[in-house]
């Protein structure tokens, strides 16, 4: 029987005043791969922020492997196995791509060595010595999901990979997004390119006014195509 990597239930969360989430239920099995899927200011991105306790006022049920962490403050949610990548990257543009990755802390053991990373990304390798303000928008990209993999996590949140980046790059991160989850690693993909995503999750959940409306399986792409339209607008 599959544990689960993460239960998310009744979630509220604020920024401020403004009430953002309301009531997100969904899950994730360890192994799965999920999205999150809505259009623009549906919540998608407030809910990893959430998770991770990075909004000011959070209520519901979080558990990560098992454990509440509703309560608990962000760095001892990191330390449970959680790998985040946000959607402006947050490298370190002064350091080599190479310094970047030596930098991390364990937040778990197993996180890949420097030879998996650079096996995995060949252009990070090419590209080691570079400074971070010298890599393309794909190379960083790279290089933020790089980061989280060195660290130990086993449970990835991943947000808008994808965004603005050329389609020879997107589908090497889809390339990537396939063989993590071949290693047995959990990811919950924030995403707005349903045709990036399509292909690489057990599910799909559908965000909107900060609550989840609807879950389509995988299996269920073809007849729910033209409700997924309505709903993202494509």
Known sequence: MSTMALEVKDLESWYGESHILHGVHFSVKDG???????????????????????????????RVFGKETIAMPTYQIARLGVGYCPEERGIFA??????????????????????????????LYERRNSPG?????????????????????????????TEGLAPVIVEKLGEV??????????IVLVEQNF???????????VVEHGKVVEVVQRGELAEKASLLNEYLGV
């Not at 809505?38 to 979080?62: E, Y």
């Not at 396939?178 to 290693?183: D, E, I, M």
């Open 195 to 205: 045709r990036f995503a399509a292909p690489l999750a057990d599910r799909h959940y």
């Open 94 to 123: 002064s350091l080599s791509a190479e310094e970047n990755l030596l930098l991390l802390p364990e937040i778990a053991p197993g996180g890949m060595s420097l030879e998996e990373i650079y096996q995995m990304f060949p252009n």
């Open 133 to 161: 303000t010298r890599l393309s928008g794909g190379e960083q990209q790279m290089l933020a999901m790089a980061r989280i993999l060195r660290t130990g996590a086993k449970l990835l949140l991943l947000d808008e990979i």
């Open 32 to 62: 799965e791969v999920v999205t999150l899927l809505g259009r623009n200011g549906a919540g998608r991105s407030t809910i990893l922020k959430t998770i991770l306790g990075l909004t000011s006022k959070r209520t519901g049920s979080i």
């Open 177 to 186: 997004v396939t063989s993590l989850r071949n290693k047995g690693f959990t």
